[in-house]
């Protein structure tokens, strides 16, 4: 039985159709299977980075009302008013998830993870029409099958499936691979556009898919079987021409779309603050390590401490740009033969991919960011599936005279797809919570002021509060005028109880950046924790001008208001909220109140309700007291307690209910505790008279 070397694998010379069909089924099922486990421990992963601004914060996305706004106020797509973006078709993603999870992150996982497999299955298709252009004859169904999975289960992708903001990058690709598989699938729709649409959408998710003619191009050269060494000969021009023409339409779709972006970007958007010429600088190395990433994934951070590299003759910037010329070189090379097109097509993909971070026309708020991998990973699958391809059609000789190489050659795929699956499976428990998350930043990033941040946040969030201030300050021996950090190392301090130390850090936090929202919010939540609301109320009001899709700012002042029964600016600001997001249940819970607003039980009832702290179950218990309900004003009393062991206003408050119910022992038991705990708490002494005199005693 004789053996042919046929793509990746090996079948025998007889095999039949249908034994080959069987055995590509086969393969996909391992692969869809093999993809499933690999995923399987990401559904349950948190929001992380710009997801709180994005997706928590953000009160656009909780209703499906909003959509029509996506595409016409980019403010709608963060409540953080230097990252909102253009990006409607995004934003109306997101809104569909928060819909069907009421803003759970299982439900954006799920869709990022379908998006995925659709993504995986139109590679695949992809894939069999590109290596056909150049092998007609070959197995380029498995070859494809085979290149689709490994990249589907490549451990870089990872960090973009788990990080939810990364579906910028995740949708926007897939939209670009769906628009050029419908231009090489179907030429007879190009003549009506139909591939523009999904291009158009791509670009309404992310600015950097308006390359997404280049793609285009770079197929049509493929396709047509025109060189790179041709394209400037005179007697191909009119090919080139022809080419160029063909391209026009995306260019001028993606061309005005891009142009509306920059248009309905706000004044405040601001998306890095870095030198144009230091982060252009930086690029060509950074192109080294997403190649270097490809081949060896072990490095991966979700946020890596490299610094902007200031100087022209930086060793790095030559090793960069002498990589980025060979691998242009080997483009070139590959292009002069038909059978090694795919090569340099996946080569220019790549190029093309890390074009848009790469450029500095808008740099980045970082220098390098291993999601920015995912876009041109597609192009080096290609390259690096065809050239094993080739590579194994060429000594099929030797294949055929050796079942050991043969086997050890599966053995060695078979390895690799089960290392990049493992490597997946270990990634997203990195990205199942902050606190491992940051904490796999602190090793592999030391030096990155934000991780140490975000990872002292994960630890004040379990309650070791001196161990992230510790974070803290060494995050700002980094970073002196980072705000953010300036604010949580404000509120670790005041957990801690040194409320001047915090104070000087909130107008430090003012100082750093008076353009961010946070820095008044979180200093308005300070100040109203210390009863000085005169003081925070302006505070509220200026980040809520900043960033009017914040909604915790929106809350904390609804219910400042409420506090204050300031009926007539609760009802102001509750209206506002509603016109963001009329399905929110916060806001609508304080319209009640406002309605309500005659009945002080009532209102305090549902104010204990939507703030159930301490105090608010005092104020109940109080309301119930003037309204003769003994028994809820003990209960309310009690559930103070729950909260606050040491209240001597609850014990009190219970101690003269129950002597209005004219239950003796239980009044004296409750004045007697609230004494035990302040022997001068001279109201609790009064009523415990009063408990006492019940009998006659003094």
């Not at 270990?426 to 002021?449: C, F, G, H, I, M």
Request: aromatic letters at 12%.
């Amino acid at each position: 039985m004789a053996f042919k070397v046929e793509g990746f694998i090996v079948s025998t010379g007889d095999s039949t159709v249908r034994q080959k069909k069987t055995f590509f089924w086969l393969l996909a099922a391992v692969l869809t299977a093999g993809i499933a486990i690999a995923y399987s421990n990401h559904f349950e992963n948190g929001f992380h980075f710009d997801d709180s601004h994005v997706i928590e914060q953000n009160l656009n996305i909780r209703s499906l009302g909003n959509i029509p706004r996506f595409f016409t106020d980019a403010t709608t797509f963060s409540a953080l008013p230097a990252n909102q973006s253009y990006r409607p078709f995004l934003a109306t993603l997101f809104a569909l998830a928060y819909h069907a999870g009421g803003g759970s992150p299982v439900w954006f996982h799920i869709f990022a993870f379908c998006l995925f497999v659709v993504l995986g299955t139109l590679l695949f298709f992809l894939f069999r029409k590109i290596f056909a252009l150049a092998d007609p004859d070959g197995d380029n169904d498995t070859v494809a099958l085979l290149a689709a999975g490994f990249y589907t289960l490549h451990t870089a992708n990872a960090e973009t499936v788990n990080y939810v903001s990364a579906g910028s990058d995740l949708l926007s690709t897939l939209l670009m691979v769906a628009a050029l598989f419908t231009y090489a699938a179907r030429p007879a729709w190009r003549k009506f556009g139909l591939y523009l649409l999904p291009a158009a959408l791509a670009v309404l998710t992310k600015e950097v898919s308006v390359v997404f003619p280049l793609f285009l191009l770079a197929y049509i050269l493929l396709e047509q079987k025109l060189p790179l060494t041709d394209l400037f000969k005179a007697d191909k021009k009119g090919e080139l021409d022809r080419s160029i023409l063909m391209v026009l339409p995306s260019v001028l779709v993606c061309g005005g779309l891009i142009g509306l972006s920059s248009r309905m970007l706000p004044g405040t958007y601001t998306p890095s603050t870095l030198s144009r010429v230091s982060y252009v600088l930086t690029q060509p190395f950074a192109i080294v390590h997403y190649f270097n990433s490809f081949f060896l994934p072990l490095n991966l951070s979700a946020d890596a401490d490299w610094t902007p590299i200031t100087r022209v003759f930086d060793d790095r910037v030559m090793v960069g740009v002498v990589f980025i010329v060979v691998m242009a070189a080997l483009a070139v090379w590959a292009s002069r033969k038909d059978r090694t097109m795919p090569i340099a097509f996946g080569i220019i993909w790549f190029l093309i991919g890390v074009l848009p971070p790469s450029c500095g026309v808008v740099p980045l708020a970082e220098v390098i960011n291993d999601h920015r991998m995912f876009l041109p990973f597609i192009g080096l699958t290609i390259a690096a599936s065809w050239v094993i391809t080739l590579a194994a059609q060429k000594r099929e000789g030797i294949w055929r005279r050796s079942p050991a190489l043969r086997a050890g050659f599966v053995v060695l795929i078979f390895a690799l797809f089960c290392g990049h699956a493992y490597g997946t499976f270990q990634r997203n428990k990195v990205w199942k919570s902050e606190e491992t998350l940051w904490y796999d930043v602190t090793l592999k990033s030391p030096n990155n002021a934000r991780g140490l941040m975000n990872y002292g946040l994960a630890l004040m969030s379990k309650g070791d509060v001196r161990e992230a201030l510790g974070c803290f300050e060494r995050g700002l021996a980094l970073s002196p005028d980072y705000v953010y950090l300036h604010i949580n190392t404000a509120i670790a301090q005041n957990a801690l109880r040194q409320v001047a130390a915090a104070e000087g850090h909130f107008r430090k936090a003012l100082k750093c950046d008076p353009q961010y929202f946070g820095c008044y919010f979180y200093y308005a939540r300070f100040l109203h924790e210390h009863n000085r609301s005169e003081e925070a109320l302006p505070l509220l009001a200026k980040a809520v001008e900043l960033s009017p899709g914040f909604s915790e700012a929106r809350y904390l002042l609804m219910r400042m208001y409420a506090q204050q029964r300031d009926w007539r600016a609760l009802e102001a600001a509750v209206d506002q909220t509603l016109k963001l997001s009329f399905e929110d249940p916060t806001a609508r819970a304080y319209r009640e109140v406002v309605l309500n607003s005659a009945d002080p039980v009532r209102v305090q009832e549902l104010v204990t309700k939507l703030d159930p702290t301490p105090d608010n179950y005092i104020w109940l218990s109080l309301a119930y007291y003037g309204n003769n309900q003994f028994d809820k004003c003990i209960e309310a009393s009690r559930q103070a307690l729950k909260m606050r062991p040491t209240s001597v206003q609850a014990y009190n408050n219970i101690c003269i209910a129950y002597v209005r119910l004219g239950k003796r022992n239980s009044a004296i038991e409750a004045c007697e505790s609230a004494l035990a705990i302040d022997p001068h708490f001279e109201l609790a002494r009064n009523n415990l008279g009063l408990a006492r005199a019940l009998n006659g005693e003094q």
